[in-house]
């Protein structure tokens, strides 16, 4: 079976801009997860969806969102740009919730400049 | 509120020699625990995963950990490291029921002496 892909893998983006991330579950994976990493916050989740509806939601801004198709694949938007936002992005996705273990993907590194 | 604390931020051990990483929770019902592991620059993989069942959970790779309620600790273990078990490992709880619904602790840098 497949693991869960990101997409892209690198991006560097100017502030003020907004991005895109992408991430394909393994098949038959209905949860996926967002998560934000940084050296000095660690790992924050941002996000779960199911069924392509917003199931939780982390202590983020509004500027990020997402949303899921019913592929179950997942989109994860950041808009305005600041350069904290520079992080690695998981994406994570697991059989029903997040109370099951999750399988992560290889993450998206943004860099913010 | 839950919370997860690992309790130390950097673990060195010779080769051969047991691990052990500390972990702290705190939650108001049952949560699930989980331990995970990243190298470097890889996603997390699954250790293992507590779900209210066996209180002794074995993993992958040797690891285990040891739920222990009266201590709401969730200590990870092997007893041999080894070179490639050099990672940084990451305890999480889980509690859907919980407006946090799933936090990650600070992460333990495992070390490995040859």
């Known amino acids: 079976k497949a693991g869960v892909t990101q997409t892209p893998r690198y991006l560097i983006k100017t502030r003020g801009q907004q991005v895109t991330l992408s991430c394909s579950p393994i098949?038959?994976?209905?949860?996926v997860s967002w998560y934000q990493q940084t050296p000095g916050q660690g790992l924050q989740f941002l996000f779960e969806?199911?069924?392509?509806?917003?199931?939780n939601k982390g202590n983020f801004p509004g500027r990020f969102s997402g949303r899921q198709f019913s592929n179950s694949r997942s989109e994860m938007n950041v808009s305005t740009l600041e350069l904290g936002d520079s992080a690695l992005y998981l994406c994570?996705?697991?059989?029903?919730?997040?109370?099951?273990?999750?399988?992560f993907g290889p993450g998206t590194r943004l860099t913010v400049t | 509120a839950q919370s997860v604390t690992q309790l130390d931020s950097h673990v060195s051990v010779s080769e051969g020699t047991p691990v052990l990483l500390r972990c702290n929770y705190s939650s108001s019902y049952s949560p699930s625990l989980f331990w995970y592991v990243q190298h470097p620059n890889k996603g997390l993989q699954l250790l293992l995963k507590y779900t209210s069942a066996a209180t002794l959970v074995k993993g992958i790779n040797g690891f285990e950990a040891e739920f222990k309620k009266s201590e709401t600790s969730f200590h990870l273990t092997k007893p041999s490291a080894h070179m490639s078990d050099a990672a940084e490992y990451f305890c999480?709880?889980?509690?859907?029921?919980?407006?946090?619904?799933?936090?990650f602790g600070s992460g333990t840098r495992l070390s490995i002496r040859p």
């Open positions: 999480v709880v889980s509690d859907l029921s919980s407006a946090s619904k799933i936090i």
């Open positions: 098949s038959g994976h209905r949860s």
């Open positions: 994570a996705s697991s059989l029903r919730d997040s109370s099951y273990e999750q399988y």
């Open positions: 969806y199911f069924s392509e509806t917003q199931r």
